[in-house]
């Protein structure tokens, strides 16, 4: 069963930084492309980054692009998303996701496995 953990959540002012981590466990996570999706207070789901199993590929939503980073660390079983030059409009739960393959997945059905969340909250 696989499962993910993410971190890093919390309170920041705008133009601050927070760098949010995703753990996986329960398959080998190199098998896995990596999503952070946010979801703002009566909003859909959208996704901010994603990344492909070996980390050649990253795709960025326009509204975090040059603003945000997505890694992933396979020895470590673990994704990041380092969020820089935060903005009020970052505010929302983010959500990391997985989903098994060599592609970049971009689509929220295309992800079999989610996190629980984490809160980020940017004030102005």
């Known amino acids: 069963q696989v499962q993910l953990v993410e971190s890093g959540g919390g309170l920041v002012q705008a133009g601050g930084s927070l760098r949010l981590s995703c753990v996986i466990s329960g398959r080998t996570f190199s098998g896995y492309g990596m999503g952070w999706f946010r979801q703002a207070p009566g909003m859909e789901r959208e996704l901010a980054a994603a990344?492909?199993?070996?980390?050649?590929?990253?795709y960025y939503a326009d509204s975090v692009r040059g603003r945000f980073t997505i890694s992933r660390d396979n020895a470590k079983n673990t994704a990041y998303l380092q969020m820089n030059s935060l903005k009020p409009e970052d505010t929302g739960v983010y959500y990391c996701a997985a989903e098994f393959g060599s592609r970049l997945y971009t689509q929220t059905n295309e992800f079999d496995y989610w996190g629980q969340g984490t809160q980020v909250t940017v004030s102005s």
């Open positions: 990344i492909s199993q070996s980390g050649s590929s990253t």
